[in-house]
């Protein structure tokens, strides 16, 4: 079956600092990856929506000099938080979707990032 | 505004019961999943419907993209069912689908 596994499960990392985290299709081609914020009492916040071999499309209010998204193959993503604060914690999920005919999308279990 | 209104945002049932989630749209959607957050915070995909109705187990789910709305319904509700569900609605956007999701029902079953 479609399984994405991301890693790492939880993370800390000091203000200010930078933290990769990455997500890993297995059985499917990844050909979209779409990266979400969930952040404290929020729902899950559309951060970018990768294309493997084309452009990366950010959503309003996130950048890639904040967010820098690498989506270099098939079956592979990664993503930093760059100069990390306070208001960036919280759960980060990475869905892959297969560009099938009628393709879901699987996500992973997210990475937890705390800063401090 | 939010382009997907889950509702109820909370949910009591007792063992044995049923009852219905719904998301509305404020747009046409191209299709609709369904989730439930498990216990490890892993989002298990229950249901994936680009039109009509889909049924596994107790639950059944409906998605109506003229009338802007999708279901999730829950009968017998048992235990293990207790959890956060989520609805992401997928937009078209530069030839790809976009998942938007709902805010979250938390579901709670007692005995």
């Known amino acids: 079956g479609a399984l994405v596994y991301q890693y790492p499960r939880r993370t800390i990392c000091k203000s200010g600092t930078s933290m990769r985290m990455e997500c890993q299709a297995v059985?499917?081609?990844?050909?979209?990856v779409a990266w979400y914020r969930q952040s404290p009492q929020k729902t899950f916040e559309l951060i970018a929506l990768?294309?493997?071999?084309?452009?990366?499309?950010?959503e309003q209010n996130f950048t890639q000099e904040k967010f820098p998204i690498s989506h270099p193959n098939l079956s592979f993503s990664s993503m930093t938080v760059l100069n990390a604060y306070l208001e960036d914690r919280g759960l980060y999920l990475c869905?892959?979707?297969?560009?099938?005919?009628?393709?879901?999308?699987?996500f992973g279990s997210g990475t937890r990032l705390l800063v401090i | 505004g939010d382009q997907v209104e889950q509702s109820p945002s909370a949910l009591s049932l007792h063992e044995g019961t049923g009852s219905a989630l719904r998301c509305n749209f404020t747009?046409?959607?191209?299709?609709v999943q369904w989730f439930r957050k498990n216990s490890r915070g892993s989002l298990i995909n229950l249901f994936y419907?680009?039109?009509g109705t889909k049924e596994n187990g107790r639950l059944k789910s409906a998605f109506d993209s003229k009338e802007r709305y999708s279901t999730l319904h829950i009968r017998d509700a048992q235990l293990e069912d207790s959890g956060t569900y989520f609805c992401?609605?997928?937009?078209?956007?530069?030839?790809?689908?976009?998942?938007?999701f709902g805010k979250g029902t938390s579901l709670v079953v007692h005995p």
């Open positions: 059985g499917f081609q990844a050909t979209s």
């Open positions: 419907l680009a039109s």
């Open positions: 990768s294309t493997v071999n084309s452009a990366i499309k950010y």
């Open positions: 747009t046409t959607m191209r299709a």
């Open positions: 992401a609605a997928l937009v078209t956007s530069g030839g790809n689908y976009k998942p938007t």
């Open positions: 869905g892959a979707r297969d560009h099938g005919a009628n393709s879901d999308y699987t």
